[in-house]
């Protein structure tokens, strides 16, 4: 069964960047829209950024300027760019990508990715 795949974490100094990936596990399927969430212990998960079919973008309010959320639809793929990285960004980030194939488009959530960031 197809998943999302998230890969791109890891851990980085206060004021660092960091780019996720988020791409299907099977390449018949392509992403309509997607969206970047983050949980960090004892908090709820919470929507950083999404990016829809038409190409528009959202962001919290939390990472507007810093965060930067695209896709390049020819590696079928869509990114995080996170730059002036803060303590409070620490997190597992997931991604939930609308996928189709040949049929209806579905919701699909990936493992997510540990981002630490240093102080």
């Known amino acids: 069964q197809v998943r999302v795949v998230e890969s791109g974490g890891g851990l980085v100094q206060a004021g660092g960047s960091l780019t996720l990936s988020c791409a299907p596990s099977e390449s018949t399927f392509s992403i309509n829209g997607a969206s970047w969430y983050r949980q960090a212990p004892g908090n709820q998960r919470e929507l950083v950024a999404s990016i829809h079919a038409s190409g528009s973008t959202d962001y919290a309010d939390s990472v507007k300027g810093r965060f930067t959320i695209s896709r390049d639809n020819a590696k079928n793929t869509v990114y995080l760019q996170m730059s002036s990285l803060k303590s409070e960004d620490t997190a597992v980030y997931y991604c939930?990508?609308?996928?189709?194939?040949?049929?209806?488009?579905?919701?699909?959530w990936g493992r997510g990715t540990q981002v630490t960031v240093s102080s």
């Open positions: 939930n990508a609308l996928l189709f194939a040949s049929g209806p488009t579905f919701s699909y």
